[in-house]
């Protein structure tokens, strides 16, 4: 259902906490419906299936979810500035290495994607659905 605020409409706690369950259960149905890889497959064209919209920023130390119909195209000009930007970070890096460009993770070899799978910031964005 359409559950956005008309005009002149107040929203109550009650009604947020319910509309934000309603978020939840819908993101829970859709990532149950992709399917729980607990492994990534060795061979590079089925990991390329798997991993296609995964976009990587090594600058950032970010994994997100590219979807479509989100406003992601605000997102990656955000996120390609801040990459340009000369950002001083607030921890040091553990070893140096070459920033490379937003691209998909895929692209990387098995052992740098599960490395970035287990210390970069994984984000989603997405947009209100109702």
């Known amino acids: 259902g359409d559950l956005a605020p008309e005009k002149g409409f107040t929203l109550t ?13 819908r993101l829970r149905a859709f990532c149950s ?4 890889a607990s492994t990534l497959p060795r061979s590079q064209v089925e990991r390329a ?12 130390d970010l994994l997100y979810c590219q979807v479509p119909l989100t406003g992601m195209e605000e997102w990656q000009q955000l996120l390609k500035k801040l990459e340009k930007e000369n950002l001083m970070l607030p921890v040091p890096l553990p070893h140096p290495r070459q920033h490379i460009p937003e691209t998909q993770l895929s692209r990387f070899n098995l052992s740098e994607i599960e490395a970035m799978l287990g210390s970069y910031t994984k984000v989603l964005f997405i947009r209100d659905p109702f």
Do not use: C, M, P
């Open 13 to 25: 706690l009650d009604t947020f906490l319910h509309i934000q369950q309603l978020r939840k259960q």
């Open 33 to 36: 419906q992709a399917g729980n």
């Open 49 to 60: 299936e798997l991993l296609s919209s995964l976009r990587v920023s090594t600058k950032l």
